[in-house]
Every structure is written in structure tokens, then in C-alpha cells.
């Protein structure tokens, strides 16, 4: 079995929307929309790697909150364990400087996008709280 990586990730609200971000062309998973985040770096908290992930894919500052999902996720080549916080934005307004879009969507718009399958379990818990 391969190592598992932890990462991060933001459930941005903004009331009955969320915030989802597409991957850039060239990346694994190419295209596919996820939730902002990214890997936790050695000797980083949870929190702090979702505030530093944050501040470099949106350039915004963020505050984590209580822990929305975890899930565990194997890929071809990576197996990641997810953790999706409730996340506010507490400065700055969301750009796109990894992502090749942003939006925020409501739970009746999710099948209109591809989503990482990581983010399958996650998107259907998102439907049952959100609706």
C-alpha cells in the first residue's frame, strides 16, 4: 500500500452556495473541479497548511473551523486522506492563481461539473446538509 498523504481542503460558503475551484490543464486530474487545499507539509497543523493553502491558490485569509468530513481516497497514484473543514473568508477576495476557475454553486448544480472522485462522498454530505 502506497503512503497516504493528508490533505486539506475549504468548504467555503456564501449562504446557499459553496465555493468550488477547477484544477489547472497540466496536473494530475486536469479540469476536474475540487475544494481549495492542498497537501500538509511536515511539521504543519491542519489548520495552518489550510490557511497557507488558501493564501497561495485564492490569495485570501482564511479562518478553519469545525471539521465537515474526512475521507480516505486511493488513486492510481496517490492515496490521500481528506480533511474538508468549514472555512470563512476572513480577508481578501478569492483569484485565480492555481486554479483555472472559481465558483460558488448551489447543491442542485453539482451534476452540471466533474468532480475529483476524492470529493464524491463528500458532495453527496454536502446535498444532505446544504439542501
Avoid at 456564501?14 to 484544477?23: A, E, N, V
Avoid at 511536515?42 to 468530513?69: H, N, Y
Amino acid at each position: 500500500m502506497m503512503n497516504i498523504v493528508e490533505v486539506v481542503a475549504a468548504l467555503i460558503r456564501d449562504g446557499d452556495r459553496f465555493m468550488i475551484c477547477q484544477r489547472p490543464e497540466g496536473k494530475k486530474r486536469a479540469l476536474l473541479w475540487e475544494f481549495v487545499g492542498g497537501k500538509v507539509e511536515s511539521g504543519e497543523t491542519k489548520e495552518a497548511a489550510l490557511i497557507r493553502e488558501c493564501m497561495e491558490e485564492l490569495a485570501v485569509t482564511v479562518a478553519p473551523q469545525e471539521i465537515f468530513m474526512d475521507v480516505t481516497h486511493e488513486y492510481p497514484d496517490i492515496t490521500v486522506h481528506l480533511t474538508l473543514f468549514n472555512a470563512v473568508i476572513t480577508e481578501g477576495v478569492p483569484q485565480k492563481l492555481e486554479h483555472n476557475d472559481i465558483r460558488f454553486i448551489t447543491v442542485d448544480e453539482i451534476p452540471q461539473y466533474d468532480f475529483c472522485p476524492a470529493d464524491v462522498e463528500i458532495l453527496a454530505k454536502i446535498k444532505e446538509t446544504l439542501a
